[in-house]
Nanobody, 125 residues
Framework: VQLQASGGGLVQAGGSLRLSCAAS????????MGWFRQAPGKEREFVAT?????????NADSVKDRFTITRDNNAKNTMSLQMNSLKPEDTAVYYC??????????????????WGQGTQVTVSS
């Protein structure tokens, strides 16, 4: 499975951005996809996850009510992260990821076997 992330950029605090992640290859093996982020000098942290069917989502408390993760019905094998009310502390490289199993922790990066290349999100104050 290959993942290609896009949509990062520079935005002012309070603004919005939409990230997308396109999956290719053996996508029939996937159970869920997710987003992680990593700020300079910090560990990679969980942002949100969605089941491959799109039926269930889960967000980290830090982005709850601001970020929305979806499986795009109109674009095959694509996942998006709509980010609203962005804050400077949201600045990070955002990575999309995918996992074939539902047995492990959704917030643990080690549960995800496939990773995209990362896209930079910078929020200015």
């Amino acid at each position: 499975v290959q993942l290609q992330a896009s949509g990062g950029g520079l935005v002012q605090a309070g603004g919005s951005l939409r990230l997308s992640c396109a999956a290719s290859g053996r996508t029939s093996s996937l159970y869920a996809m997710g987003w992680f982020r990593q700020a300079p000098g910090k560990e990679r942290e969980f942002v949100a996850t969605v089941k491959w069917t799109g039926a269930t989502t889960y967000n980290a408390d830090s982005v709850k009510d601001r970020f929305t993760i979806t499986r795009d019905n109109n674009a095959k094998n694509t996942m998006s992260l709509q980010m609203n009310s962005l804050k400077p502390e949201d600045t990070a490289v955002y990575y999309c990821a995918a996992r074939p199993s539902g047995r492990d922790s959704v917030t643990d990066s080690r549960s995800y076997d496939y990773w995209g290349q990362g896209t930079q999100v910078t929020v200015s104050s």
